[in-house]
């Protein structure tokens, strides 16, 4: 029997075990939108588009599943880049269908036209225009295949309004062979030996891992290994939640707001071994002086990824865990190079050791609420195991310096592009995964008034997601760039005109709360964390708290501002 | 450093602008690029000459390669190949010159494909060096138009490229 276009999107969904969707509509998604009025697929409709795709992005960070999204033709299209941009950078796999115009007016300027295909190009991993129905299943089947394989990264397909109407046979293939993409998985043996020779001759190890850590699930073997060997790790920002937050062996995230110790390790060591992480110009600071001491193993399952900044000594293309399991299998039969390794190290160990001591995260206790102080409570009182996302500037490096994660896929931010916004959204979609765990987006003042519309969506579906706003009245990151690099000359950057966010909450029908004191923060978080509705906590913090320590744009990552 | 280098890509609409929109969004030098489909009408050639060091050359291969419709990348720096362009020039034609013009793209073997009372457009093909040589000689005539393909490549002998290899052979890092 024939098939609508609609029905056949339908029908794939469900192929690929997708049970929730969120979604936007608008007159190019009618076909599609009303087919759905019979479906079991959970839709969340949001309130603007680029809720919908951060949202779809949450989901997937949080649950590691493909995060599917639909909105419309045009502006619905456009409104979703910004949440697309932020997926690519950060190599989150995503299906992101755009209605478009029926194909006979495609390129006539029609009504809602905009070339999305076109216009997401350089921040799709892959894309799609549909101008028949005939292939529709099977681009839906590839678009999920290259979404979740290799290097993760969002899929945009286009379907415009008459193949959605359209009638077809709905024949789902059971494979996908595309001759033009073959990523690799398994690590080069002889690459591998290489880099466990080197291995054992250093003295000075470090491991740097980033986001691939947590895609390809290898932090169990991540874990053993440094155990095994007693190995220091660092962490990106993305990589963080991949070692546990409170391991011995943790040096805390490395770059611009590393911790001292991670930095110092980085700048001492004789061997940087890098998984799973690009060499981001945030973590490595002045490149010329990145590990210049060290050798650097890099593996990573994009060979794009390897040397593009930092030319490496041993690469190794392919996936982390496997990779990684590799190395562990050489030490676990090896007992000749690996036998005393650890205690061959114990120097290093020592640095690493004394470095953490004399010179831990801190922050200054006097005066005004600090925001590092919230972020201490906040991980204490769920003991850091909450489902955390953040907004982007402050906000996100204290949370990444202050919570200890624990388990992968539960710290969720914008790490490559740095999307204000992201966070609440990106919230109500790990809440939606988990609808029993508790997720906790940490915001600015500024951030959370960039999405503060999907307050209505999270009260809609019952998502008590708990937004806890570090007020202080500013854009804080900017302002911080501005103190240190500008004379204080704060333009632009004073937040003097923002909502009552106890009322806006309120008004959405959110729970609000607000805190002012130190010996509040306890008493209303435990609060907070017990009910179970959409809340707004707006906290007042002191306005002018800056995040340390701070390396700045430009400089080697020995050269630390610290508080 | 120039690098002359083949991309076989799936013949599928919007390629073209995958191929040319990596290089301008990351910044990348293309000299010249010529494309059309190949023996296999499910693939075109792509012929792109690019510049830049060791490096940047690496990113350009490798980037490439990423693209989901590429299918083949290789960069003719270390194999032996052949290479060839053609060239358009319509040139001013006077009584005086018409001779010479002649002689001219006879000695290269080129071929005069279209006249006016003022002007000869002359098909000149050859390797860099020849189509240089070739304007210059030409150029105190008087050129009143020109027009380039960019150079096209194929590996000498009996090699011939292959199609298999697009997954990076697991350890090395291209």
């Given at each position: 029997?024939?098939?609508?276009?609609?029905?056949i999107?339908?029908?794939?969904?469900?192929?690929?075990?997708?049970?929730?969707?969120?979604?936007?509509?608008?007159?190019?998604?009618?076909?599609?939108t009303?087919?759905?009025?019979?479906?079991?697929?959970?839709?969340?409709v949001?309130?603007?588009?680029?809720?919908?795709?951060?949202?779809?992005?949450?989901?997937?960070?949080?649950?590691?599943?493909?995060?599917?999204?639909?909105?419309?033709?045009?502006?619905?299209?456009?409104?979703?880049?910004?949440?697309?941009?932020?997926?690519?950078?950060?190599?989150i796999?995503?299906?992101?269908?755009?209605?478009?115009?029926?194909?006979?007016?495609?390129?006539?300027?029609?009504?809602?036209?905009?070339?999305i295909?076109g216009?997401?190009?350089?921040?799709?991993?892959?894309?799609y225009?549909?101008?028949?129905?005939k292939d529709?299943s099977?681009?839906?089947?590839?678009?999920?295949?290259?979404a979740?394989?290799?290097r993760?990264?969002?899929?945009?397909?286009?379907?415009?309004?008459?193949?959605?109407?359209?009638?077809?046979e709905?024949?789902?293939?059971?494979?996908?062979?595309?001759?033009s993409?073959?990523?690799?998985?398994?690590?080069?043996?002889?690459?591998?030996k290489?880099?466990?020779?080197?291995?054992?001759?250093?003295k000075?190890?470090?491991?740097?891992t980033?986001?691939?850590?947590?895609?390809?699930?290898?932090?169990?073997?991540?874990?053993?290994l440094?155990?095994?060997l007693?190995?220091?790790?660092?962490?990106?920002l993305?990589?963080?939640?991949?070692?546990?937050?409170?391991?011995?062996?943790?040096l805390?995230?490395?770059?611009?707001?590393?911790?001292?110790?991670?930095?110092?390790?980085?700048?001492?060591?004789?061997?940087?071994?890098?998984?799973?992480?690009?060499?981001?110009?945030?973590?490595?600071?002045k490149?010329?002086?990145f590990?210049?001491?060290?050798?650097?193993?890099?593996?990573?399952?994009?060979?794009?990824?390897?040397s593009?900044n930092?030319?490496?000594?041993?690469?190794?293309v392919?996936?982390s865990?496997?990779?990684?399991?590799?190395?562990?299998?050489?030490?676990?039969?090896?007992?000749?190079?690996?036998?005393?390794?650890?205690?061959?190290?114990?120097?290093?160990?020592h640095?690493?050791?004394?470095?953490?001591?004399?010179?831990?995260?801190?922050?200054?206790?006097?005066?005004?609420?600090?925001?590092?102080?919230?972020?201490?409570?906040?991980?204490?009182?769920t003991?850091?195991?909450?489902?955390?996302t953040?907004e982007?500037?402050?906000?996100?490096?204290?949370?990444?310096q202050f919570?200890?994660?624990?388990?992968?896929r539960?710290?969720?931010?914008?790490?490559g592009?740095?999307?204000?916004?992201?966070?609440?959204?990106?919230?109500?979609?790990?809440?939606?995964?988990f609808?029993?765990?508790?997720?906790?987006d940490?915001?600015?003042?500024?951030?959370?008034?960039m999405?503060?519309?999907?307050?209505?969506?999270?009260?809609?579906?019952?998502l008590?997601v708990k937004?806890?706003?570090?007020?202080?009245?500013?854009?804080?990151?900017?302002?911080?760039?501005?103190?240190?690099?500008?004379?204080?000359?704060?333009?632009?950057?004073?937040m003097?005109?923002?909502?009552?966010?106890?009322?806006?909450?309120?008004?959405?029908?959110?729970?609000?709360?607000?805190i002012?004191?130190?010996?509040?923060?306890?008493?209303?978080?435990?609060?907070?964390?017990?009910?179970?509705r959409?809340?707004?906590?707006?906290?007042?913090?002191?306005?002018?708290?800056?995040?340390?320590?701070?390396?700045?744009?430009?400089?080697?990552?020995?050269?630390?501002l610290?508080? | 450093?120039?690098?002359t280098?083949?991309?076989?890509?799936?013949?599928?609409?919007?390629?073209?602008?995958?191929?040319a929109g990596l290089?301008?969004?990351?910044g990348?030098?293309?000299?010249?690029?010529c494309?059309?489909e190949?023996?296999?009408?499910?693939i075109?050639?792509?012929?792109?000459?690019?510049?830049?060091?060791?490096?940047?050359?690496?990113?350009?291969?490798?980037?490439?390669n990423?693209?989901?419709?590429?299918?083949?990348?290789?960069d003719?720096k270390?194999?032996?190949?052949?290479?060839?362009?053609m060239?358009?020039v319509?040139?001013?034609?006077?009584?005086?010159?018409r001779?010479?013009?002649?002689r001219?793209t006879?000695?290269?073997?080129?071929?005069?494909i279209?006249?006016?009372?003022?002007?000869?457009?002359?098909?000149?093909?050859?390797?860099?060096?020849k189509i240089?040589?070739?304007l210059?000689?030409?150029k105190p005539?008087?050129?009143?138009e020109?027009?380039?393909t960019?150079?096209?490549a194929?590996?000498?002998?009996?090699?011939?490229?292959?199609?298999?290899?697009?997954?990076?052979k697991?350890?090395e890092d291209?």
């Amino acid at each position: 029997m024939k098939k609508t276009g609609a029905q056949i999107f339908i029908e794939a969904l469900k192929m690929e075990h997708i049970d929730t969707l969120f979604c936007y509509p608008g007159g190019a998604t009618l076909n599609i939108t009303d087919a759905l009025s019979s479906s079991d697929i959970e839709q969340i409709v949001v309130r603007h588009e680029q809720g919908a795709v951060h949202a779809s992005d949450g989901y997937a960070r949080a649950s590691g599943r493909v995060g599917v999204s639909l909105v419309t033709s045009g502006p619905g299209a456009t409104n979703a880049v910004t949440g697309i941009a932020t997926a690519y950078m950060d190599s989150i796999p995503l299906v992101i269908f755009t209605c478009q115009v029926p194909t006979m007016l495609i390129g006539n300027d029609a009504f809602q036209e905009a070339d999305i295909v076109g216009i997401t190009r350089p921040c799709t991993k892959h894309s799609y225009l549909v101008k028949d129905v005939k292939d529709l299943s099977r681009i839906i089947k590839e678009a999920f295949y290259i979404a979740k394989s290799g290097r993760p990264g969002p899929v945009l397909v286009d379907i415009p309004k008459d193949v959605s109407a359209a009638l077809g046979e709905f024949k789902y293939p059971d494979k996908v062979n595309i001759r033009s993409y073959q990523p690799t998985y398994v690590g080069h043996v002889g690459q591998i030996k290489k880099a466990m020779k080197l291995l054992a001759s250093s003295k000075k190890p470090v491991f740097y891992t980033g986001g691939g850590i947590i895609s390809s699930g290898a932090s169990n073997e991540l874990i053993k290994l440094a155990e095994r060997l007693s190995i220091p790790v660092t962490n990106t920002l993305m990589g963080l939640g991949g070692f546990p937050g409170n391991h011995p062996l943790f040096l805390g995230m490395l770059g611009m707001h590393g911790t001292y110790a991670a930095n110092m390790a980085i700048t001492e060591a004789d061997l940087i071994i890098a998984v799973g992480a690009r060499f981001d110009d945030r973590a490595t600071g002045k490149v010329d002086e990145f590990g210049h001491l060290a050798k650097i193993i890099h593996i990573d399952i994009d060979p794009t990824s390897i040397s593009k900044n930092i030319k490496v000594d041993i690469p190794i293309v392919g996936d982390s865990k496997n990779v990684l399991k590799k190395m562990l299998d050489i030490v676990l039969e090896d007992k000749e190079d690996f036998g005393n390794y650890s205690s061959r190290i114990a120097q290093w160990h020592h640095d690493t050791e004394k470095w953490k001591m004399d010179f831990p995260l801190t922050y200054g206790r006097s005066g005004l609420l600090k925001p590092q102080y919230v972020i201490e409570r906040v991980c204490e009182l769920t003991k850091g195991k909450a489902i955390v996302t953040t907004e982007v500037g402050q906000n996100q490096m204290w949370t990444a310096q202050f919570y200890k994660f624990q388990k992968p896929r539960t710290f969720i931010t914008s790490g490559g592009l740095g999307t204000m916004g992201f966070g609440f959204p990106a919230g109500i979609g790990a809440q939606v995964a988990f609808p029993d765990a508790l997720v906790i987006d940490i915001a600015g003042d500024g951030s959370i008034q960039m999405n503060i519309q999907e307050l209505a969506t999270a009260v809609q579906y019952n998502l008590p997601v708990k937004v806890i706003i570090l007020n202080n009245r500013f854009l804080g990151m900017v302002r911080q760039w501005q103190e240190l690099f500008y004379e204080k000359r704060y333009t632009w950057t004073h937040m003097n005109h923002a909502p009552d966010f106890v009322k806006v909450a309120e008004a959405y029908g959110a729970a609000g709360y607000r805190i002012e004191r130190e010996d509040e923060v306890d008493k209303v978080l435990k609060e907070v964390f017990k009910n179970k509705r959409p809340t707004f906590v707006d906290v007042m913090v002191d306005p002018e708290e800056s995040v340390y320590p701070m390396v700045p744009a430009g400089a080697p990552l020995r050269e630390m501002l610290l508080v | 450093m120039r690098h002359t280098i083949s991309v076989l890509v799936e013949n599928e609409f919007g390629v073209l602008s995958r191929v040319a929109g990596l290089f301008s969004g990351r910044g990348f030098n293309i000299e010249s690029l010529c494309v059309a489909e190949s023996l296999d009408p499910t693939i075109s050639t792509m012929t792109i000459v690019t510049s830049g060091n060791d490096a940047i050359i690496e990113q350009v291969l490798k980037q490439l390669n990423k693209l989901i419709n590429v299918i083949k990348v290789v960069d003719f720096k270390d194999v032996d190949y052949v290479s060839r362009e053609m060239v358009l020039v319509k040139v001013n034609a006077e009584e005086r010159t018409r001779e010479e013009i002649l002689r001219m793209t006879e000695i290269f073997r080129g071929k005069v494909i279209d006249v006016s009372p003022k002007t000869y457009t002359v098909m000149i093909t050859g390797d860099e060096g020849k189509i240089s040589a070739f304007l210059t000689l030409i150029k105190p005539l008087g050129i009143k138009e020109l027009v380039r393909t960019g150079p096209i490549a194929m590996m000498r002998g009996d090699k011939t490229i292959k199609m298999r290899e697009k997954h990076s052979k697991g350890g090395e890092d291209g």
